[in-house]
T-cell receptor, first 115, second 113 residues
Framework: AQSVTQLGSHVSVSEGALVLLRCNYS??????LFWYVQYPNQGLQLLLK??????LVKGINGFEAEFKKSETSFHLTKPSAHMSDAAEYFC?????????????FGKGTLLTVNP | SAVISQKPSRDICQRGTSLTIQCQVD?????MFWYRQQPGQSLTLIAT?????????ESGFVIDKFPISRPNLTFSTLTVSNMSPEDSSIYLC??????????FGEGSWLTVV
């Protein structure tokens, strides 16, 4: 069974600073990995995904994540935080292969951006 | 990309009643799922909605409480039965589109009083 651990339930950065949200996964088979963002009172929006192609994945809004198999990590980064990035971020893992796209989510990381 | 619409977007319900949430996808998806997000929590998978057959439920969720239908490739319903305040949550529909992308609806925000 797969699992996801997001280190840090709350991350606070200054506007213009680097954003780093950590995600480690556990999976017995090659995983598909996703980052979603949830703005206040809204649903989930896909930021980016890794599905066994390039290990460095670029997503929307300037975010990117790197899949590191040796570290079982898929950390999310953005070089310069913007006030509009304040939201809850969820890392999720899905078992690859076949038609199994059930997602297991981490507990989420709340990102606050200070002016 | 697939667009997933859910109705209702929000509702306040009396305990003991049932509510059906509808999920409509604008293009065919292979898989459809229902998730629950309790207040301040992450998302938990309730079940996989199977076209034309009974849904596949995850541990801790049962058909009597959360009956699900999926009559065709683009539509599914989730009913929350005999609601209690503990059922106050966001219920999200998701679908798997091309390129192994998993999309979510905006969610249905239920408050049980």
């Amino acid at each position: 069974a797969q699992s996801v651990t997001q280190l840090g339930s709350h991350v606070s950065v200054s506007e213009g600073a680097l954003v780093l949200l950590r995600c480690n996964y556990s999976s017995s088979v090659p995983p598909y990995l996703f980052w979603y963002v949830q703005y206040p009172n809204q649903g989930l929006q896909l930021l980016l995904k890794y599905t066994s192609a390039a290990t460095l994945v670029k997503g929307i809004n300037g975010f990117e994540a790197e899949f590191k198999k040796s570290e079982t990590s898929f950390h999310l980064t953005k070089p310069s935080a913007h006030m509009s990035d304040a939201a809850e971020y969820f890392c999720a893992v899905s078992v690859s292969g076949g038609s199994n796209y059930k997602l297991t989510f981490g507990k989420g990381t709340l990102l606050t951006v200070n002016p | 990309s697939a667009v997933i619409s859910q109705k209702p977007s929000r509702d306040i319900c009396q305990r003991g009643t049932s509510l059906t949430i509808q999920c409509q996808v604008d293009s065919q998806v292979t898989m459809m799922f229902w998730y629950r997000q309790q207040p301040g929590q992450s998302l938990t998978l309730i079940a996989t909605a199977n076209q034309g057959s009974e849904a596949t439920y995850e541990s801790g969720f049962v058909i009597d409480k959360f009956p699900i239908s999926r009559p065709n490739l683009t539509f599914s319903t989730l009913t929350v039965s005999n609601m209690s305040p503990e059922d106050s949550s966001i219920y999200l529909c998701s679908g798997t589109g091309s390129g192994n992308t998993i999309y979510f609806g905006e969610g249905s925000w239920l408050t049980v009083v």
